[in-house]
C-alpha cells in the first residue's frame, strides 16, 4: 500500500503563485511515476503532470506547460507542484497519485494505483 497525502492548496489571486506537496509512505517510491490530476466542479478528473522518482523525466499537459514545475524531494519522498501564473480555469481540487507498474509516463487516469485525498486550489479574478 502507498499512502498520498497533498498539502498546500488555498485561495489566491489570479496571476498568483502555489506550491502543493504531496507526501508519500507505505513503500519507496523508487521507479514509480507520481502524477498530478485536477477536477473542477462539473468535470472529469484531468491529467496535469507526472515526474518519474528515479530518473526525474518529466511530462505536462498543455496547460500546464510553462506554468507549472513538477518535481520530487527523492530523500523526503515527497513530490512538489510548483504553479505559477494562475488562472481563474485552474480552480479545481488537485489530486497526487502513483502508477506503481509505470511502463511509460501516462496520462490516463486509471494507471494510477494510488491517489491522495486532494486538496483545493481557488484562483480569484
Known amino acids: 500500500q502507498v499512502q498520498l497525502v497533498e498539502s498546500g492548496g488555498g485561495l489566491v489571486q489570479a496571476g498568483g503563485s502555489l506550491r502543493l506537496s504531496c507526501a508519500a509512505s507505505g513503500r519507496t517510491f523508487s521507479g514509480y511515476t507520481m502524477g498530478w490530476f485536477r477536477q473542477a466542479p462539473g468535470k472529469g478528473r484531468e491529467f496535469v503532470a507526472a515526474i518519474h522518482w528515479s530518473t526525474g523525466r518529466t511530462l505536462y499537459a498543455v496547460s500546464a506547460e510553462g506554468r507549472f514545475t513538477v518535481s520530487r524531494d527523492y530523500a523526503t519522498n515527497t513530490g512538489y507542484l510548483q504553479m505559477n501564473s494562475l488562472t481563474p480555469e485552474d480552480t479545481a481540487v488537485y489530486y497526487c497519485?502513483?502508477?506503481?507498474?509505470?511502463?511509460?509516463?501516462?496520462?490516463?487516469?486509471?494507471?494510477?494505483?494510488?491517489w491522495g485525498q486532494g486538496t483545493q486550489v481557488t484562483v480569484s479574478s
Open positions: 497519485a502513483a502508477d506503481t507498474t509505470p511502463l511509460t509516463l501516462t496520462t490516463m487516469v486509471h494507471e494510477y494505483d494510488f
